[in-house]
């Protein structure tokens, strides 16, 4: 009964998709660094999802030009670019904030190695946010995800204004390498092949379950399974290769930000049922050191409704999760002691 429940949960997230709406209310969306690989295309899909009503993009550099071309599509989202300077400005009003700012990979590095540089721009970001728009929902995109939603929550901690429910490290993206990497095995359908992935969003913290997915079963042990494993878990290292020192993943993580924020925004707006898979705080595997956790959620109205159960896993699953576990409690502790030490 998990099983099905699990995998109800994450059909939303199943490929391909785009943009729908049952309702129209208005939606404030702000982008925090929205001229960058990332941002740039976010931007174009968020214009054109008819959900969003306001769209303001923010940078430290270009982001008018940014706004300044994707407004001319005639979809009704009113968009405007904001300057270097007008990161308050931009946040007002917002209730979706989603960031892509920060510093991708380059071949050889972790998503760790970019902690150093990302950290202060995300707690910059976080503290604009928590006094501007302290009720806004945070989608958190800048790496390492794992230790940056923890940064996010520690600021808004201080500020009072932390909100569980409306925090959310995006971690579409895995769903949808792990939909369209099983689907390529299988031949079935991407949108038929739902995976849910658990965890968090680096290396071993990836944890897809594939005894849930249809057609996982093609796969569920030996060589073949430990393949797709790892291409899972090291889908975003295939990108920063082939991109060859020029970045990390940029057209494939928008559309899976695009995606999410959709959902999002149907909840939101009162639809019911909405699941996809995302890294927030959860009572999971609270007890072992591990505060924020990627499960499929129900979204609602105020954010996150419910934080699902993984639902059964084989004994494979059952060993990547021992091993995601203490790998996550270190990322964790690293955002939350850092972000206490320069607040
Ligand atoms: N969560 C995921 O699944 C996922 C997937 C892909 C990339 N990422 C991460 O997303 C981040 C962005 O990747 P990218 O390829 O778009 O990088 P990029 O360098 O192309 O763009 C980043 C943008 O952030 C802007 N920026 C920097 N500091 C800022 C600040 N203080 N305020 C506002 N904007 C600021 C830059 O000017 C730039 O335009 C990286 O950390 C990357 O690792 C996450
Ligand atoms: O791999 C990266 O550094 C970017 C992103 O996290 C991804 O999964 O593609």
Redesign the pocket.
Known sequence: MFARQALRSVKAAAGPRYFSSSAINNKNVAV??A?????QPLSLLLKNDPLVTSLRL????LAPGVAADVSHVNTPAVTTGYKADELEKALEGAEIVVI??????KPGMT?DD?FNT?AS?VR??AKAAAKVSPKAHLLI???P?NSTVPIVAEVFKKAGVYDPKKLFG??T?DVTRASTFLSGITGNKPADTVVPVVGG?SGVTIVPILSQANGGDAVAKGENYDKLVHRIQFGGDEVVKAKDGA????LS?AYAAAVFTNSLLKALNGEKGIKECAYVDSPLYKDQGVDFFATPITLGSEGVAEVNPIGPVSAEEEKLLEAAIPELAKNIKKGVEWVQANP
């Open positions: 925090l660094g001229a960058g690989g990332i941002g923010y940078d430290i550099r892509p700012a920060g510093v991708p990979r998503r970019l990302n721009i910059d970001l995109i800048s790496n995800v995006v971690t993206l969003h970045g990390s993943a940029t993580m």
